[in-house]
Nanobody, 128 residues
Framework: QVPLVESGGGSVQAGGSLRLSCAAS????????MGWFRQAPGKEREFVRG????????YVANSVKGRSTISADNSKNTVYLQMNSLKSDDTAVYYC?????????????????????WGQGTQVTVFS
């Protein structure tokens, strides 16, 4: 098991920034990749960004490319998603996920089926 706890969500004005955190526990050494997804009201969950604990980026969604970064702190077993220049379209519940039983590469890491554990999510609301 790899319990995941997201934090850092909230309400932010359009153009602002937020940093989301995902704290992992349990058998993190068996985790091959971490990912951030989001689900807006009435829409399907979509991939945002992914990373390995080594710091290697697995994949980036076009919708956030250039205004977001992802990082991993092995000492804290925590993955961060920095979102800048936020827009109303970024309003969603953001989920952290861990891939333990599968090894994904490239676009494969943008697929939900690559991930085995999920957090409860943290709400991000962007207002204008």
């Amino acid at each position: 098991q790899v319990p995941l706890v997201e934090s850092g969500g909230g309400s932010v004005q359009a153009g602002g920034s937020l940093r989301l955190s995902c704290a992992a526990s349990g058998r993190t050494e068996r985790t091959s990749a971490m990912g951030w997804f989001r689900q807006a009201p009435g829409k399907e969950r979509e991939f945002v960004r992914g990373i390995r604990w080594s710091g290697a980026i697995t994949y980036v969604a076009n919708s956030v490319k250039g205004r977001s970064t992802i990082s991993a702190d092995n000492s804290k077993n925590t993955v961060y998603l920095q979102m800048n220049s936020l827009k109303s379209d970024d309003t969603a519940v953001y989920y952290c996920a861990a891939a333990s039983f599968h090894y994904c590469t490239g676009y494969g890491c943008a697929q939900e089926k690559a991930y085995d554990y999920w957090g409860q999510g943290t709400q991000v609301t962007v207002f204008s």
